[in-house]
Each structure stands twice: as structure tokens, then as C-alpha cells.
């Protein structure tokens, strides 16, 4: 009797477990049986494993073999064990050296003929295998560009479990050799956006809204008929946000690593910007779904934008799930056995008509909807949500005049001056842990030393008297006018920011 045993990664969220794959050889009848709460797919295993070392002319059939996947408390979901069920066996069984294969994490599914084949959630288990200490991976080769993104971490590939058995076999010292350099995992160029904010004409009052935002980190809502340019915009929020530092893009890919949307080549040091459609489910949108729990669109936006176009027209439940995550950053989906937590801290930009014929604001003669429709679509967008939106903004329709304008500001132009804002709040609230304003806790900025003077928040006192605000709709207009104060280049807001950031707060809700 002998044990064989290498390693794994167990995948809830973005987060990680290593995991000890142990093989038992004993005697008896032949059996193939895992445990260590194995999934669906995981526990079909044995087909795929037995088939794939026939390939490898190894024949397992005639073996008594017990796996544990330890900790055997932590759910195992996918494929992606494979591999190292594979190797633990054939170490167990004296096919491969039993000391060579203990410290390597296996992350491969295999295929019947013995081949090597991708599984998504290599990048999150790769940094996960890291910060456990484990050095050494081997992946399907078409992952190799995605594991060398994780910095120490040593990757080896084959592309047959036959040609993995003949490298062990072959390797001096047992130590597999790295797998050869096939892409660059530098950071892409960021310079392949191909969108401009000059492109948009006219608009003055909503491309400073926009450039407020992306200062800020600020929450948009764009409000105005068809054609007056609300995606448009709403596109172009992404070519003045600071790139991502390579800490935000490996968080960015780990999300998007789990739904197989990988870039070609590099790292993206772009903010991603996501824009579901309107019929999209709660699952869709936070996260979510039977079996293993994927990231929804909010995660996938993690670090960039969530553009929910046609606001008005998602379901009523799917609004109100991003509450919670809008105000802590993150999804936490629960289920009878686990909960998975994924990252989610996303600007949101809304855009919407202003009645369902979306003519009801500005020329109101060529409205067509009755009262009670335009107040029961006006409801879509509920209180509580509005609330979490610091920026309401008119987008009126485009005039003969404003095409005839001299070209705005580039994006290049307006995201110099993001980045001195945004460098100016980094300064101020880095000793506290934040980098933005809207990350800045409203009672923070209603105490000493950074309460400012009553004259200034005159108008704004009067709003929460008058409940016109809320004290949430309160917090969120300080930090809005400290916003509006660092793209001036002021040290304190003025009256005249806290009158705007006020004015900014309410005046793009859809019209009753």
C-alpha cells in the first residue's frame, strides 16, 4: 500500500484554498472513489482520469484507488481537478516520483485521449496557490499566458498527460521544466482606445457632470430623449478614469478569468466597461446561478464602469439587488453550503428616457404619454436607488448649433485634469485608507477637521431641513462639492461647489 499526493486549488469566489489531493492504493476490488465534497462534475472524474491514463499507457483499472481532497470541508466544483487527481495516482501507484509531485498545483481538466485542456479560474488559482506558498503550477498550455501573469510563481505545461508523465520521468532532480515563453504578459498598450470625448458635440453641461464623475468616482445618471448622446457619453467614461495599477488589472482579470472572457495577450490596464442588456436576470447582473456561483456583470465591472442602458426598462428586482453592492463594494451570494463573495466596486452610470415616448422633457408638446404612465415610469427608477446616485444630469437634444462647434476637449485633455484631482484626494485621505472622495464616510466629513462652515452649507442645510435630501443624499453632496473643489485646484469647497454638487443631486430625476 502507498500514498501519493500533490496539490489543487479550490475556488469560492476569487478567493482560494490549496487543497492536498491524496491518492490511496489498497487492496481489493478495483474502485475509484473521491471524497471532500466533490461536485457534479468532479465526481465524474474517473471516467475521464481512467481513459486519459490508458492514453498514457498506464492502466489504473486493476487498482483499489481512495482520494481525499483535503480540507475536506471546502466545496470542490469543475474540472479543473483533473490533472491532479491524475498525478496523485500514478505517484501513488510508483509511475512518477512521489516527492517531485507534492509541492506542484495541477490546474488542467483532461481529456479522454490524455490531452491537457483549459479551465476557467486559472489566474485566481494561480494567485491563490501563491499567497499559500506554493511556487510551481502546471496548466493546459493554452493557460500558460494567463498563470504567468502571477509574478513567482514557476508554470510548466504539456500537452499530454503522456508527455507531463515523460517529463517527471526525464526532469533532473525531478523539477519540471518552465514552459516556453509563447506571449508577452506585459500591460497592454493603453493607447487602443478608440473612442474620444471630443466626438461628442455640444452637451457642455454633461460632459462636465461626466468629468466630475470620473474625478470622484461618482455614481451618473444621464436623463434625456433617444439620440441626444446618453451612451455615447456613457462609452467614453473609460477614456478619462486613471489606467488600472497592476494590482486592479490582476483583480479585474481574476473576475473575468472565472467567465472566459481573458484578453488575447497582457495585462488590460484599461477600466473595463460592461453594459448588460435591459432583460438581463438578478443572476446576470450580481452574480449568481445553480451550481457554481458566477460573477454577475457588477463584479465583472469591478475597478471600471456599469453602464445599465435603458434603465428604466430593467426588472424592478434586478435595480434593487444592486443596492447593497453600490454601498459596500462587493456581492456576497449566499447558498445552504457556502456563501461566495465577489469584489464590486463599480462606477455606475444610468441613462434613461425621461417618459416611455421619450420626448417628456425640455419641448413637452411632443410628449404622447398620459400622466399615470409617465408617473408609473418615473417609478421604475425607485427612491433608494436614485439615492446612491451622486450625479443627476438633463441631456437635452442636440441643436444645428452644436454640430457646428469648434471640437471640445480630448479625452486625453479632461483626464489630465482627473488625474490631478484624483491625486490631490489620494494626498488627503491616503493616511485613512481611501483613495477617493466617494469612498470618504459621511460622517467623516461632517466632524472636525474636514466640517466646513455653515455659511458654506447654507443651501444644503436647508435642502435636509426641508427634506429634499436625505442625510445619505447629504453625505454624498459633501463629498461631490470636495470633488468639484479638487478639479479647481481649491483646498476646501466653496459655497459655489456645495451649490453645485446640490444642483447636480437632483436635477436629472425622471419627471413625474
Known sequence: M????????????????????????????PAFDISGLPDTALRQAPQRVR??????????????????????????????????????????????????????????????????????????AVLAAQRSGCAHVVVAPEDVVEARLVDGVRVSTATSLHGLVKAY?????GLLPEAPE?????????????????????????????????????????????????????ERLVTILPPLTREQALETLAVRSLVGSMPSRGIDLVPPFVAPHHSASVAALVGGGSGAVLPGAVSQAHHGVLFLDEAAEFGGAVLQALRQPLESGQVVVAR???????????????????????????????????PTERRAYAARLSGPLLDRVDIQVQVPKVSLADLHEAPSDSSADVAERVVSARA?????????????????????LRRTPWRL????????????????????????????????????????????????ALMYRTQGAVAA
Request: hydrophobic content about 40%.
Open 453 to 500: 462652515p455653515s455659511a458654506t452649507t447654507a443651501a444644503l442645510d436647508r435642502a435636509l431641513d426641508l427634506g429634499q435630501v436625505t442625510l445619505r443624499g447629504y453625505d454624498r453632496v459633501l463629498r461631490l462639492a470636495w470633488t468639484s473643489a479638487d478639479l479647481n485646484g481649491r483646498g476646501t469647497p466653496s459655497a459655489t461647489d456645495v451649490g453645485l
Open 2 to 29: 502507498s500514498v501519493g499526493v500533490t496539490r489543487g486549488v479550490a475556488l469560492r469566489g476569487i478567493a482560494g484554498h490549496l487543497v492536498d489531493i491524496e491518492c490511496h492504493v489498497g487492496r481489493g476490488l
Open 51 to 124: 481513459a486519459a491514463c490508458l492514453s498514457a499507457d498506464v492502466s489504473l483499472n486493476s487498482r483499489q484507488l481512495t482520494f481525499n481532497l483535503s480540507p475536506a470541508s471546502i466545496p470542490k466544483h469543475g474540472t479543473g481537478f483533473d490533472l491532479g487527481i491524475a498525478v496523485a495516482a500514478l505517484a501513488a501507484c510508483g509511475e512518477l516520483p512521489v516527492g517531485a509531485v507534492r509541492g506542484i498545483a495541477h490546474l488542467a481538466e483532461l481529456g479522454l485521449d490524455g490531452r491537457l485542456r483549459h479551465v476557467a479560474g486559472v489566474l485566481p
Open 424 to 444: 490631490s484626494q489620494r494626498r488627503r485621505w491616503e493616511m485613512q485608507g481611501w483613495q477617493l472622495n466617494s469612498q470618504v464616510p459621511g460622517p467623516v
Open 336 to 370: 445552504a453550503r457556502e456563501q461566495v463573495a465577489y469584489p464590486a466596486r463599480v462606477q455606475l452610470v444610468l441613462a434613461a428616457n425621461p417618459c416611455p415616448c421619450g420626448e417628456g422633457h425640455g419641448k413637452g408638446l411632443l410628449c404622447r404619454c398620459r
Open 182 to 234: 509563447t506571449s508577452s504578459s506585459t500591460p497592454a498598450p493603453a493607447d487602443e482606445r478608440r473612442v474620444d470625448l471630443a466626438d461628442v458635440s455640444g452637451q457642455h453641461e454633461a460632459r462636465a457632470a461626466l468629468m466630475l464623475a470620473a474625478a470622484g468616482g461618482h455614481h451618473l445618471l444621464l436623463n434625456g430623449p433617444p439620440g441626444s448622446g446618453k451612451t455615447m457619453l456613457a
Open 169 to 173: 520521468r526525464g526532469a533532473p532532480r
